[in-house]
């Protein structure tokens, strides 16, 4: 009687073992001779899971060499963070700002990859929500001629000679407004006119007693809430050293209070109110931050920010818990001023 062992293998038949069975032969001989095989393929079979799990092992190690070989290639311009300073996708930054009633988008003024990032995130988040749009670089008085160019009935050129447009508004605002004309959105003028900030920085909140009527409609109501412990307006005047008056961050103050009130004055339920103001003005969830929560704290409010590293591999400790999202851009990167 002829006896063969195969072993499977895979899709594999190997041949183990051939041999002559006589009658003759002693059940222990042929267990002897079973057991040899099963031994032999438990061998294998171990061997088998060994290389295959090594070439996993292989695979991965090459991918994340690879990954750090064109993180270095490739040299990206910014990187995302959470609050925490841990790297956060673009798409997962979208889902999540996706379901805020307001997002605060700190930039810095002359950054192109802030700006950029400005105008793509709105038109991603348009596809998901209804948004509409504010800005501090438009004063609460030029109102009328933002809405007249959004409306179609004066040209940019028009806008420009009637409104007072920043020196980087047509490389850096412009698309942001055109896209808002677009779509059909409304895009809201938030700051306090600059000469009433300045008057602030100069005598006070007091200062704005005096104005008229038409005058204090373009800024907060009157008494502005202000807190002088608040860390954005106390580092403010750290970094004076010494030489600012206690006025200056109340001149900041009225700023975010206005800008923190057209918000409020012009959300409505279901929206997404995107704005767009220097990253000071969010930091730490604080400015106009700040505001907005004092007036309305069930609101649902997302902030990005704006930093500048040599390495953007890892986020500074100093910059971590900044704001809800962390651009941090190369420092090398040209400025559009």
């Known amino acids: 009687?002829?006896?063969?062992?195969?072993?499977?293998?895979?899709n594999k038949l190997i041949?183990?073992?051939?041999?002559?069975?006589?009658?003759?032969?002693?059940?222990?001989?042929?267990?002897?001779?079973?057991?040899?095989?099963?031994h032999i393929s438990v061998i294998l079979f171990i061997f088998q899971v060994q290389v295959f799990y090594m070439k996993k092992l292989f695979v991965v190690i090459i991918l994340?060499?690879?990954g750090n070989l064109i993180f270095a290639q490739q040299k990206p311009a910014y990187v995302l963070y959470d609050v925490n300073g841990k790297k956060v996708s673009y798409k997962k930054m979208i889902k999540q700002l996706a379901k805020k009633d307001v997002l605060l988008f700190g930039e810095f003024h002359n950054n192109p990859i802030a700006h950029w990032l400005e105008l793509v995130v709105a038109k991603d988040l348009k596809e998901k929500k209804e948004i509409l749009f504010g800005a501090e670089m438009f004063e609460a008085d030029n109102q009328q001629p933002l809405n007249d160019y959004l409306a179609g009935r004066i040209t940019a050129k028009g806008l420009d000679s009637s409104a007072r447009l920043w020196n980087n508004y047509k490389t850096d605002y412009a698309p942001i407004v055109n896209f808002a004309k677009e779509i059909k959105a409304p895009f809201i003028a938030t700051n306090i006119p600059r000469r009433y900030a300045a008057l602030v920085s100069k005598k006070g909140f007091e200062s704005l007693d005096t104005?008229?009527?038409?005058?204090k409609s373009w800024m907060a109501p009157l008494p502005m809430d202000y807190d002088s412990t608040l860390p954005g307006y106390v580092n403010m005047l750290k970094m004076m050293g010494?030489?600012?008056?206690?006025?200056?961050?109340?001149?900041?103050?009225?700023?975010?209070?206005?800008?923190?009130?057209?918000?409020?004055?012009?959300?409505?339920?279901?929206?997404?109110?995107?704005?767009?103001?220097?990253?000071?003005?969010?930091?730490?969830?604080?400015?106009?931050?700040?505001y907005l929560k004092r007036k309305r704290p069930e609101l649902n409010i997302a902030t990005i920010s704006t930093v500048s590293q040599k390495n953007i591999k890892e986020l500074l400790a100093e910059n971590k818990g900044k704001a809800d999202f962390i651009i941090c851009v190369d420092e090398d990167m040209t400025n559009t001023y």
């Open 1 to 10: 009687m002829i006896g063969i062992f195969v072993l499977v293998l895979g």
């Open 64 to 66: 994340l060499l690879a």
């Open 15 to 38: 041949l183990i073992e051939s041999f002559q069975k006589d009658a003759c032969w002693q059940c222990s001989a042929y267990n002897c001779s079973f057991q040899f095989v099963i």
């Open 211 to 215: 104005l008229s009527a038409l005058e």
């Open 242 to 290: 010494g030489h600012g008056s206690a006025n200056m961050p109340k001149a900041q103050a009225s700023k975010d209070a206005t800008m923190a009130y057209f918000i409020l004055q012009n959300l409505k339920p279901g929206t997404l109110f995107i704005h767009y103001n220097g990253s000071y003005h969010s930091d730490n969830f604080d400015g106009i931050n700040w």
